[in-house]
């Protein structure tokens, strides 16, 4: 595990989807729902004071060649809805994704790579500037180049956790 990686104490789960995730050559958006109860403390958030970090992950990444991701992040509703892609998160690299996605010849692994990004600093902006008490967040990830035909990266899981520093 990085040093920039949730550790998952204390703090937790945020938000995650619900469905497997499929990365195609248009790009895919998720939307994570955002519990009522969630969204006070993560409004409170947005203050740069506040106590801990949040963080994308993105866990079961499996597809066939290296690829890199472009990650965007938006609330709904929210004031930029009429853009196309939200605020620009960071990018993940996906180096050696075909051979983590293949299992060993003992049948272990193959089950794909893992990836953080620390959000703190994007989501603390989309707080101050929500237009109304924000419902999910849209997650919307794209592969930075045109990649082969037929080319996909498949997503087991993305979530929001919360890091606390104290």
Known sequence: MGTNEPTGQPGGLVCASVALVNVTAAGVDVSLPLAPEM??????YGDPRSDGALY??????????????SVH??????????????LHAGVIGLFGVGQ???PDRHGEGGSGLACSLDVSRI?????REAASTPTSLRVRLAFTR????????????????????T
Do not use: C, F, Y
């Open 39 to 44: 969204v006070g403390a993560l409004m409170g």
């Open 56 to 69: 994308l992950r993105l866990e079961g990444i499996v597809g066939q060649e290296p690829a890199n991701l």
């Open 73 to 86: 992040l938006d609330l709904a509703p929210s004031k930029s809805s009429g853009a196309a892609t939200g």
């Open 100 to 102: 983590a996605s293949k």
């Open 123 to 127: 989501l603390r902006q989309l707080w």
């Open 146 to 165: 045109a990649m082969r035909p037929g080319a996909q990266v498949r997503i087991g899981r993305v979530t929001l956790l919360h890091r606390s520093t």
